[in-house]
């Protein structure tokens, strides 16, 4: 099942911001509200990603700095809220302009009901397959001795 099931593009729900400039450079922030939880306890939340432009990088590529790192910045971002939805299992969705996160499993069970009641006989296969026996230590192992633990 996908992880992201927007009607736009993930960017579209980006907010981008910046703080205001220091000796060291330039900072911004990207930010993706998104709501969580049962409707009774619903909660806004939000992910953030930040870049950093230093003096040195917006002298040496001058106008097209901010551009080019916001562009590399967005494209990080997209790849970590993918991962992050996949790590945690979790699809964010809906139709609103502030989207929905929610467990992966609700929707994952629904699915695969209505598989196994398109094939039974796939569900009982597998659920007599045998069970393996575990393996025998070999015979040429040594017990190491309880005693002998790392920072013990």
């Given at each position: 099942m996908a992880h992201i099931e927007l009607p736009r593009a993930l960017e579209d729900y980006f907010a981008f911001a910046e703080?205001?400039?220091t000796r060291?450079?330039?900072?911004?922030?990207?930010?993706?509200?998104y709501f969580s939880g049962a409707a009774s306890a619903q909660k806004?939340?939000?992910?953030?990603?930040?870049?950093h432009l230093s003096p040195e990088q917006e002298r040496q590529?001058?106008?097209a700095a901010i551009a080019t790192l916001r562009a590399q910045a967005v494209e990080k971002f997209?790849?970590?809220?993918?991962?992050?939805l996949q790590n945690t299992a979790q699809h964010l969705h809906g139709e609103e302009p502030?989207?929905?996160?929610?467990?992966?499993?609700?929707?994952?069970?629904a699915s695969s009901v209505?598989?196994?009641?398109?094939?039974?006989?796939?569900?009982?296969?597998?659920?007599?397959?045998p069970v393996e026996e575990p393996v025998p230590p070999a015979e040429n192992l040594v017990p190491?001795?309880?005693?002998r633990v790392a920072n013990g």
């Amino acid at each position: 099942m996908a992880h992201i099931e927007l009607p736009r593009a993930l960017e579209d729900y980006f907010a981008f911001a910046e703080t205001a400039p220091t000796r060291n450079g330039r900072r911004f922030v990207i930010t993706l509200p998104y709501f969580s939880g049962a409707a009774s306890a619903q909660k806004l939340d939000r992910l953030q990603w930040w870049f950093h432009l230093s003096p040195e990088q917006e002298r040496q590529m001058g106008e097209a700095a901010i551009a080019t790192l916001r562009a590399q910045a967005v494209e990080k971002f997209r790849r970590h809220i993918e991962r992050w939805l996949q790590n945690t299992a979790q699809h964010l969705h809906g139709e609103e302009p502030i989207p929905r996160i929610d467990p992966l499993h609700a929707a994952a069970a629904a699915s695969s009901v209505d598989a196994l009641a398109a094939a039974p006989e796939a569900a009982s296969a597998s659920i007599s397959a045998p069970v393996e026996e575990p393996v025998p230590p070999a015979e040429n192992l040594v017990p190491w001795p309880a005693e002998r633990v790392a920072n013990g």
